[in-house]
């Protein structure tokens, strides 16, 4: 027996896609920088140290004399020994003229007059300590310092941003189709 047959045949739908990528290009131009630093301000003052040495005492000390002080001196011991000389030879005078009183001032005069060969031995420091003054005032030195403010400028630029998107183009390649057929 002959039974009718149902034919079906189907075709499947093909879709074609055609992408186009996205293009994207960003550029960072470099900031534009300055930078100045001026310079600090800086004053010194210094006033300068005094040093002040005072050896008068000690050149007099060891014989050292200016004009005036020495001629003085010298007329002063001048003047001293010959009132000394003038009343020593006066008193010898007065015991030479009493001679007949007794004693013998002749001899006693001349043990008065003898010279000692020596003399004492004596440590003297030459100059005397502490006749040197010394006087000292030191520096002052005042320093001011002002920095000053760094000049900073700086110009940014926005980044360069180009993007151009991507497509996708879709096409129906081949349509669906179902085909029905009886056969007997």
């Not at 992408?19 to 994207?24: D, E, H, L, R, S």
């Not at 009493?98 to 000692?116: C, M, S, T, V, Y």
């Amino acid at each position: 027996m002959n039974f009718p047959k149902i034919q079906i045949q189907t075709i499947d739908a093909l879709i074609g896609m055609t992408t186009t990528k996205p293009i994207q290009r960003i550029e960072q131009p470099k900031a534009e920088q300055e930078i100045h630093q001026p310079i600090a301000k800086l004053s010194i003052k210094t006033t300068p140290s005094k040093l002040s040495i005072d050896a008068f005492e000690a050149r007099e000390s060891i014989g050292h004399k200016n004009v005036r002080a020495r001629t003085a001196e010298m007329a002063q011991e001048g003047k001293q020994a010959a009132l000394e000389g003038t009343a020593r030879r006066a008193e010898e005078g007065q015991q030479l003229m009493r001679i007949e009183n007794g004693g013998n001032p002749i001899r006693e005069q001349a043990k008065k007059h003898h010279i000692k060969l020596y003399s004492s031995l004596n440590i003297k420091f030459i100059p005397q300590p502490g006749t040197v003054k010394i006087n000292y005032e030191p520096a002052q030195v005042e320093i001011q310092f002002e920095p000053q403010k760094v000049i900073h400028n700086v110009k940014i630029h926005k980044p360069i941003h180009e993007y151009t998107p991507g497509k996708v183009n879709i096409e129906m390649l081949q349509y669906p189709s179902v085909k029905i057929d009886w056969l007997v």
